[in-house]
């Protein structure tokens, strides 16, 4: 028995579940993913196709005004971390990100720092910030550059290999982007003509020097991002995926619960009392069982509101007559069993044998059916998403893959968008069918080995 | 006889209870029906007209008797949206819908069954490991990741199906527009039958493989039948009842899975009717839609019963429920 349980926790499934489980209760934050949008829409998964640009960011602080300062001079929004994808920071040294960002030159007081970890990155970075970057580009041209921050009586210096510009200059708080039209004639460039690429025009080493004081900001947006790519919105899929496990898992399970109990006590009610109340519980579970659920549930969902408890309460009264129906012949049968004679012949009272003896009995067979039950409610919950009616907040798996069909992503040939969320589902249920099947052979024995197999 | 009496009682009753949950499901709904199509700057008496215009200004007895009359003589009152009869647009889309389902339960059934039986043959074959594999998808891949997957290999790597639609636009006549028409029908139907024929195959070969094992099929075996007469007169036939009862089972789940079907590839059918009639909030449509596809399930579902009494001579002679 006990050689048996270690079977059965070692089991994939289980070690599957409770990585799911984790991941639901952590949240994305905890793996160093964010929510809202990252990178251009349509972005490919960051190991499909090394020619495309990753989308990066650089911060460089220029000089003597911020060494003074202390570390919360960086901008908030600024990224910090160098776990999150092809993502760079100006003083990074080197951290093998994708970006391969080199400093290169610092400002004579500041000490290049190649060989420090994140942390004293981030120590470092009100400390001693570097006023230059340097880049060795790879890649075919980005599809967008920007340029965010503030002067303080400084130039920004774009180095290319041949060729120079001046960003930006002055005093203030700039914001520029490479497809604004006044920006392109400052720079003498044609308006029509694709700055992004005038900037990026072939591989080699680029490099971006703040001459003065200043914090400034570049991002390259290319065509790569993260684990999983981005979405139609450019926020990130393994974000959106892992926030989807919470979804699926409190929709599946608190669905099946709610749905175990009406069914434990139309069963048992229903086994019990027998007469009247029992056909009409039966008969109920009849009509139940030969309409079609689905058309309700999108009618319920569609005029009573798409929250996610509105949800769990509707995918549960529709989802207990199978319990019901379990239950019920269970309590047929132990009704009459001779030691249920005997307890009421001792004198016991209905609610004691219903409630110690025979629902402590039907509770192996209980928890196997919870199990079972939670693939039915969870893809219930995925279809109504996927119909667009769920709460359009809460990025779900089937509301991922709504998106994803509403918004063409295999016309755009996006298919990071459907098989993360579409196997996530697939997977969950079977983790959930298999631990049942292995609850219920617990429950009883008998099945092990027959005709499943 | 009576057996069948009694099914056809159960359907009645089945359909009236719909038709009840269906007007009272919009009549509990929080807030006004009008509120899809009442703008909020309409004045109290435009409201009142529109109300008038769709009976909900009498009391709910009378708006109930009214409402039983539409369905039952199958104009389902107007539409919200266009002001038209429902009927009239739900005319051309439940054919459709017909069109994908049946061939779609027909299919997989049939494929469903002689792989089950295949598999119960030959246990421990590579057709056994399919059955199971296909059994699992089946239960555990949600049908619109499957649809959506196979719209993206064949309708877009690999075009030979269209992306969209019931027929081309604008529809081609004639025989060309049959062509037309089922080639769109092609892909949804076969990713039903995908879906759905290892939940079949599954069944059966349980069933087959307890069945194999009774002492009649060793018996018949004794006797020196043929092998398909063992198989298909003795083992099969005893678990015709049973296949047909999952049969009937099933049938709201195909209905339901219509609704998606039809939502993915885009199909002019009864369920993205709903769909759409849910969306924009029109109450009438989606009344009329829902009792469509009720009904659709309840008469299978009739239909069914009815080869179940051919089928089992117990239900027959009404010993056995």
């Known amino acids: 028995m006990v050689f048996d349980m270690r079977r059965d926790l070692c089991s994939f499934s289980f070690v599957c579940f409770v990585l799911l489980a984790a991941a639901a209760l952590a949240g994305p934050g905890v793996l160093g993913l964010r929510d809202g949008p990252q990178a251009p829409p349509y972005s490919k998964p960051d190991w499909l196709d090394s020619s495309i640009a990753p989308t990066m960011v650089f911060h460089v602080t220029g000089s003597e005004t911020l060494i003074e300062s202390s570390g919360g001079q960086a901008p908030p929004e600024t990224p910090l971390r160098d776990s999150q994808g092809p993502m760079a920071i100006g003083s990074s040294g080197g951290q093998g990100s994708l970006g391969r960002v080199r400093s290169l030159a610092g400002p004579p007081e500041t000490p290049l720092r190649d060989s420090q970890g994140p942390t004293a990155l981030e120590r470092g970075l009100g400390q001693s910030p570097n006023a230059s970057i340097a880049l060795d580009w790879k890649y075919a041209p980005p599809l967008r550059v920007s340029l965010t921050g503030r002067l303080d009586g400084a130039q920004v210096r774009w180095t290319m290999p041949e060729g120079e510009f001046t960003l930006a200059a002055g005093r203030g708080d700039i914001d520029l982007d490479a497809r604004d039209i006044p920006f392109k004639k400052a720079l003498g460039i044609e308006p029509f003509v694709n700055m992004a690429a005038v900037l990026f025009p072939a591989r080699?080493?680029?490099?971006?020097?703040?001459?003065?004081?200043?914090?400034?900001?570049?991002?390259?947006?290319?065509?790569?991002?993260?684990?999983?790519?981005?979405?139609?919105?450019?926020?990130?899929?393994?974000?959106?995926?892992?926030?989807?496990v919470r979804i699926s898992l409190i929709v599946g399970i608190a669905a099946t619960l709610i749905a175990t109990f009406f069914g434990l006590a139309f069963g048992l009610l229903s086994g019990y009392a027998g007469g009247a109340t029992d056909t009409l519980i039966m008969r109920a579970v009849d009509v139940l069982l030969s309409i079609p659920t689905l058309p309700i549930l999108m009618i319920f969902a569609g005029m009573w509101g798409r929250s996610l408890w509105n949800l769990v309460l509707i995918l549960s009264i529709f989802s207990w007559m199978g319990t019901a129906r379990m239950v019920r012949s269970m309590t047929l049968s132990l009704r009459d069993a001779p030691w249920v004679e005997g307890l009421r012949a001792l004198g016991a009272r209905r609610n004691y044998i219903l409630f110690r003896h025979l629902v402590p009995e039907a509770m192996p067979l209980l928890l196997a059916n919870i199990a079972l039950g939670v693939p039915g409610a969870i893809l219930a919950e995925a279809g109504l998403a996927f119909l667009g009616l769920s709460d359009p907040r809460l990025p779900s798996w089937g509301r991922m893959l709504h998106e994803a069909h509403v918004f063409g992503a295999f016309t755009s040939g996006a298919w990071w968008m459907i098989l993360p969320p579409g196997l996530g589902i697939s997977l969950i249920c079977l983790i959930f069918m298999d631990i049942g099947r292995r609850l219920e052979e617990r429950a009883d024995p008998r099945l092990k080995g027959g005709s499943a197999r | 006889m009576s057996a069948l009496l009694k099914r056809f009682g159960g359907a009645v009753v089945v359909l009236i209870i719909v038709l009840v949950l269906n007007f009272f499901l919009f009549r509990i709904m929080p807030g006004d029906p009008l509120?899809?199509?009442?703008?909020?700057?309409?004045?109290?008496?435009?409201?009142?007209?529109?109300?008038?215009?769709?009976?909900?200004?009498?009391?709910?007895?009378?708006?109930?008797?009214?409402?039983?009359?539409?369905?039952?003589?199958?104009?389902?009152?107007?539409?919200?949206?266009?002001?038209?009869?429902?009927?009239?647009?739900?005319?051309?889309?439940?054919?459709?819908?017909?069109?994908?389902?049946?061939?779609?339960?027909?299919?997989?059934?049939?494929?469903?069954?002689?792989?089950?039986?295949?598999?119960?043959?030959?246990?421990?074959?590579?057709?056994?490991?399919?059955?199971?594999?296909?059994?699992?998808?089946?239960?555990?891949?949600?049908?619109?990741?499957?649809?959506?997957?196979?719209?993206?290999?064949?309708?877009?790597?690999?075009?030979?199906?269209?992306?969209?639609?019931?027929?081309?636009?604008?529809?081609?006549?004639?025989?060309?527009?049959?062509?037309?028409?089922?080639?769109?029908?092609?892909?949804?139907?076969?990713?039903?039958?995908?879906?759905?024929?290892?939940?079949?195959?599954?069944?059966?070969?349980n069933m087959m493989v307890k069945a194999l094992g009774e002492d009649y099929v060793l018996m018949a075996v004794a006797r020196g039948l043929p092998r398909r007469r063992v198989v298909w007169n003795h083992a099969f036939r005893s678990i015709l009842p049973p296949v047909l009862t999952i049969l009937l089972l099933s049938l709201p789940g195909v209905v339901s899975g219509a609704v998606i079907t039809e939502t993915v590839f885009s199909l002019n059918g009864a369920g993205r009717f709903l769909l759409e009639a849910t969306n924009s909030h029109d109450y009438p449509s989606a009344g009329a839609a829902f009792f469509l596809l009720a009904l659709l399930t309840v008469g299978c579902n009739l239909l069914a019963d009815l080869l179940y009494v051919l089928v089992d001579p117990r239900v027959r002679r009404g010993g056995v429920e």
């Open chain 1, 204 to 244: 080699g080493a680029y490099r971006l020097s703040l001459d003065g004081s200043g914090d400034v900001v570049m991002r390259v947006e290319g065509g790569r991002w993260g684990l999983l790519g981005t979405d139609q919105r450019g926020r990130d899929v393994a974000t959106l995926f892992v926030r989807g």
């Open chain 2, 35 to 205: 509120t899809g199509i009442v703008d909020p700057r309409f004045s109290p008496e435009a409201k009142q007209e529109l109300a008038a215009q769709w009976g909900l200004d009498r009391p709910v007895a009378e708006q109930f008797v009214v409402y039983i009359r539409e369905m039952l003589s199958f104009r389902f009152g107007l539409s919200m949206m266009t002001g038209t009869p429902v009927w009239d647009e739900l005319r051309n889309r439940v054919p459709n819908t017909v069109a994908l389902l049946l061939p779609a339960l027909l299919l997989s059934a049939a494929l469903g069954i002689a792989l089950g039986v295949k598999a119960a043959l030959r246990r421990g074959s590579k057709v056994e490991r399919l059955v199971l594999w296909s059994g699992a998808v089946s239960f555990s891949f949600p049908s619109f990741f499957v649809q959506l997957l196979l719209l993206m290999c064949f309708a877009w790597l690999w075009p030979i199906f269209p992306l969209s639609g019931s027929t081309s636009i604008p529809p081609l006549a004639g025989l060309a527009g049959v062509a037309d028409y089922l080639r769109h029908l092609a892909l949804p139907l076969l990713s039903l039958v995908i879906l759905s024929f290892g939940g079949w195959a599954l069944y059966v070969r």
